[in-house]
């Protein structure tokens, strides 16, 4: 039983350390893609691109969320990387989904083999 524990730990810690590093990696697009609201002109940017950016920012937030509240810190990476990457990656979607949830992933499967642990007990 103590190895499945052991198991489920290093499995969550995998989770977090893969957030940490999907964050730094969507992190960056982000920081490039706030070059949108840096123009010469007036001109603020559409209501679009207002929104696209608050999904990438909020999906940034899911995975430091999932840290500390997997469960809340999943729901906001899912929802966000479904609406992100749908509206900006075109073909390419799916597999940028795909990744970005891994750590979500990862975290359902340590719910399912705490949740069976449990009821082992």
């Not at 039983?1 to 982000?30: E, V, Y």
């Not at 999904?55 to 469960?71: M, R």
Request: net charge positive.
């Amino acid at each position: 039983m103590q190895l499945h524990i052991d198991h489920i730990k290093a499995s969550r810690a995998t989770a977090r350390i893969l957030s940490l590093m999907l964050f730094a990696l969507w992190g960056a697009f982000f920081i490039e893609h706030l070059s949108w609201f840096t123009t010469e002109s007036l001109d603020t940017p559409p209501l679009r691109i207002w929104l696209v950016q608050c999904s990438h920012f909020l999906l940034l937030v899911g995975y430091l969320i999932s840290i500390k509240w997997e469960k809340i810190g999943s729901v906001l990476i899912t929802v966000n990387a479904v609406l992100f990457f749908g509206y900006v990656a075109g073909r390419n979607a799916l597999p940028f989904i795909i990744v970005s949830l891994f750590p979500v992933m990862i975290y359902g499967y340590c719910w399912m083999k705490q949740k069976h642990l449990t009821r082992a007990v």
